[in-house]
């Protein structure tokens, strides 16, 4: 029986083998043009020479390993571009990774440009030195709640890999205002940084920070207790043109300046993640409105106490990409942040709203929204008191098709287009 790699000759009784043919180039060129991942597949089944072309051009795995599987990995996949060894935090496995898997990897990937280790709690800063000394051409890193790592190991990082565009350090409560130095100082094109739960991040990191890296267009510092207006003055001032997504959750010590000083110079910003900010008043919330109405699209004000309906009429008016919208837990807010929307004739971009615990919204309210909200797919108005389910349907409210309205806790479902998620 002729192999699979094998074709018949309709002019010859012999069989031609394609593998005597092709070249492993014009092999690769096939492979290019398989859409799927079972194609690509199905294209490795063919023969050990179609196996082995397939593993060479393979960019990215996702894998559970220990040192003998990843040097077995390493020898089939020569081209790997991306190693994914994250853990789940609820379904994690012993030993889980660790500092000789990460030596492993940092000598046989030298390819690698992403290499994904949230939630490996078992590695340590020599695992981290050992990445830095191996792998020079890494973009991305995300060791976010690995939380043995210091500014020892992530140094190493910084020092050696230049060409860092993404890093996550969410959860690395032990990294200081040193590793930011040491990336502006060594990663000019940085673009992404996550410093989630890193309290000991001051104003006087951030500012070293942007120093020398003014590419940045998303910055995580939620539940950085220790920033202030002066650490975001300085951001939005290096940043002015490619920061696009802050987030600034539970920051308390954040107030006006910050928000001012970002109405101000970053006209590009579409995300802010201000919840918990309470010291945010109406006076800079106009400002944002008005400064970056045309790009903003995302964003959470939840529990933001000092804000009232001046600042939601105002956003509702001049933010005209807005999709994303929390107010949750906001008690001044009233029917009257609608009232606006009256003098509106073009339909909002609005996709999602919470406006869980406002305990001032009512019917009339809702009705407002509704009448210039067609793309709603998500309403969250749990603990309104004025707000039920009978009272929608007795008042005949026509809420748009396929949109999901949450009246109360037991029929909450943390939707597609979470706010935890931006």
Known sequence: MASSAEISDPTNSNAVCINDVLRDDELRAILTKLDTDKDKELFSLVCNRWLRVQSSERRRICARAGPHMLRRIAVRFTRLHELDLSQSVSRSFYPGVTDSDLAVIASAFTSLRVLLLQNCKGITDSGIVAVGSGLSSLQTLDVSYCRKLTDIGLLNVAQSCHDMRNLNLAGCRHITNALLENLAKNCPNLEELCLEGCTRITDLGLTLLVGGCQKINYLSINKCSSITDAGISSISKSCPFSLRTLKMLDCFRIGDESILSLAKYCRNLE????????????????????????????????????????????????????????????????????????????????????????????????????????????????????????????????????????????????????????
Not at 394 to 405: I, N, S, T
Request: aromatic share 4%; glycine share 6%.
């Open 271 to 422: 995300t802010l993640v201000i919840g918990g900010c309470r010291e945010i008043s109406d006076e800079s919330m106009k400002s944002l409105a008005a400064g970056c109405g045309q790009s903003l699209k995302n964003l959470r004000m939840d529990w933001c106490s000092n804000i009232s309906d001046v600042s939601l009429n105002s956003i509702l008016a001049q933010c005209i990409n807005l999709e994303i919208l929390d107010i949750g837990c906001c008690e001044e807010v009233t029917d009257s942040a609608f009232q606006g929307l009256r003098s509106n004739e073009r339909q909002l971009s609005l996709k999602l709203l919470k406006a869980n615990n406002c305990l001032k919204i009512t019917m009339a309210g809702i009705s407002l929204l509704l009448e210039l909200c067609s793309c709603l797919k998500y309403l969250d108005v749990r603990s309104c008191p004025y707000v039920t389910k009978a009272g929608c349907e007795e008042a005949g409210l026509q809420f748009p098709e396929h949109c999901k309205v949450v009246f109360d806790c037991s029929s909450y479902l943390d939707p597609g287009l979470s706010l935890d998620t931006i």
